[in-house]
């Protein structure tokens, strides 16, 4: 059973498009993220939610909106969607709060690529 | 404002031999430190973590030392194996401050 799956793995689309991601996370956590990994591999925190609740909400254009129907679903929807947003997006879960103290647990990402 | 700073870059280590990768921070409210190993394709998963009240935590073949005086850690790998190459990321999270991660390193082990 995976614990953290997101879907898709990949996602190739054209600049202006609308497109989202999908997380769900089976570990009963109370505290949601998504994370964008760059070509250069570096990770940066985007969101957090917290049992639905939004608890960070990084530098991030308006035009990304996470939305999390339960606290085991934490979604990402990427309005006109411009080529810098090429990225992998990963979605983890962590049992601690939003203090970030805990092991986070991350799914296998899902690469978007802009065209 | 980069709060973890992660060198070097890349590694390449012959097998049998030691990995280090060097990790340095700036907020001193900051009290866990953990490290991260990436694999091709996958997403990061937890390696070893520690806090700042033990200078030296050891599992297996990973060992993190701790100087908090210096604020500065680092990962050690004993008998690196082919295994092992991967990205590895050191983090650091505490007080108010959200988990942040390092900028990552490449390791590479060559037989």
């Known amino acids: 059973d995976t614990a953290v799956s997101q879907t898709p793995k990949y996602l190739v689309t054209q600049m202006g498009n609308d497109k989202s991601i999908k997380c769900e996370q089976n570990?009963?956590?109370?505290?949601m993220y998504w994370y964008k990994q760059d070509s250069k591999k570096f990770l940066k925190i985007m969101f957090s939610?917290?049992?639905?609740?939004?608890?960070i909400n990084e530098t991030v254009p308006n035009r990304f909106s996470p939305k999390s129907p339960d606290k085991a679903h934490l979604n990402l929807h990427i309005n006109s969607l411009e080529l810098g947003d090429s990225a992998v997006y990963f979605c983890?879960?962590?049992?601690?709060?939003?203090?970030?103290?805990?092991?986070?647990?991350f799914g296998e990402g899902s690469r978007l690529t802009v065209l | 404002q980069q709060q973890v700073k992660q060198s070097p870059q890349s590694l390449i280590v012959q097998k049998g031999g030691i990995s280090i990768i060097n990790c340095a921070y700036e907020?001193?409210?900051?009290?866990?430190f953990p490290w991260y190993q990436q694999f091709p394709g996958k997403g990061p998963a937890l390696l070893i973590a520690?806090?700042?009240?033990?200078s030296e935590k050891k599992e297996g073949r990973f060992t993190i030392s701790f100087n908090k005086s210096a604020k500065q850690f680092s990962l050690h790998i004993m008998d690196s194996q082919p295994g092992d190459s991967a990205t590895y990321f050191c983090?650091?999270?505490?007080?108010?401050?959200?988990?942040?991660f390092g900028t990552g390193t490449r390791l590479t082990i060559i037989p």
């Open positions: 983890a879960s962590s049992q601690e709060g939003w203090s970030n103290t805990g092991e986070l647990f």
């Open positions: 520690i806090r700042p009240d033990v």
């Open positions: 570990l009963g956590h109370d505290t």
């Open positions: 983090a650091a999270a505490g007080g108010n401050e959200k988990l942040t």
């Open positions: 939610y917290n049992n639905k609740e939004l608890i």
């Open positions: 907020n001193t409210a900051f009290d866990y």
